[in-house]
């Protein structure tokens, strides 16, 4: 998923001034992963086995987590979608037409989001 989609989506970007954050899930920390991500991230990298410590409960580094997911649920459960399909249309319109709008920084994420969707739900 990093190295086949993530990496490749992060190409088009300026990475110099990027960080790259993630908590400290066991799956998310395995030796394979974090040399991968020390090799494109270096001292940009905050995870519990990264260069910089990931903040136990920290909400200032976790407004995916905090906000935007509830957030973005909380609208596209409201017409209650009968199927995965129907869930994964709502999903991508919403964030296509309100978070890009809302939240400006998160519209570079919208056509990697849509991308993937299609790929896992394919």
């Known amino acids: 998923m990093i190295s086949n989609f993530f990496l490749h989506k992060m190409q088009d970007l300026d990475l110099h001034d990027m960080w790259f ?5 066991t ?11 020390r090799g494109e991230f270096g001292e940009h ?7 910089v410590n990931w903040p136990p409960k920290s909400c200032d580094l976790t407004p995916l ?3 935007l997911l ?3 649920k909380s609208n596209v459960y409201t017409d209650k979608p009968a199927s995965i399909d129907a869930l994964r249309d709502n999903i991508e319109a919403y964030i296509r037409e309100n ?3 809302s ?3 998160l519209d570079q994420v919208d056509g990697a989001f849509e991308a ?3 790929s896992t739900f394919a």
């Open 70 to 72: 509830g957030y973005v």
């Open 27 to 37: 799956c998310h920390t395995a030796s394979v992963t974090m040399d991968l991500l």
């Open 21 to 25: 954050q993630q908590d400290g899930a």
């Open 103 to 105: 939240m400006p920084k």
């Open 45 to 51: 990298l905050i995870s519990r086995s990264g260069p």
């Open 65 to 67: 987590d905090y906000f």
């Open 116 to 118: 993937q969707s299609r």
């Open 99 to 101: 978070v890009g709008k």
